[in-house]
């Protein structure tokens, strides 16, 4: 996994939340943002890992960073 600090204009606290909810979040995120806004997420599903990537390749976007402490995730997802 990788961290980066990369400034986002974006953020979505899905702690907590069980797929499919926190791709939700992000798809809803996405359809607001900018063309190469950067969209920070933060989950605690460990599905989101698996879901958020998937998302990513499968509508061309960007994921910047993957980070994971304890048992929280952050990704940062760049609009396509």
Not at 13 to 20: K, S, T
Request: charged share 25%; hydrophobic share 40%.
């Amino acid at each position: 996994m990788t961290h980066s600090d990369q400034p986002h204009q974006h953020s979505i606290d899905a702690r907590g939340l069980l797929c499919p909810e926190p791709v939700m979040m992000l798809h809803n995120a996405v359809r607001d943002a900018a063309s190469g806004d950067v969209i920070e997420v933060l989950a605690t599903d460990p599905s989101t890992q698996r879901d958020i990537t998937r998302f990513c390749e499968f509508l061309s976007h960007e994921l910047v960073a993957v980070a994971q402490q304890d048992d929280e995730y952050r990704f940062l997802v760049r609009k396509g």
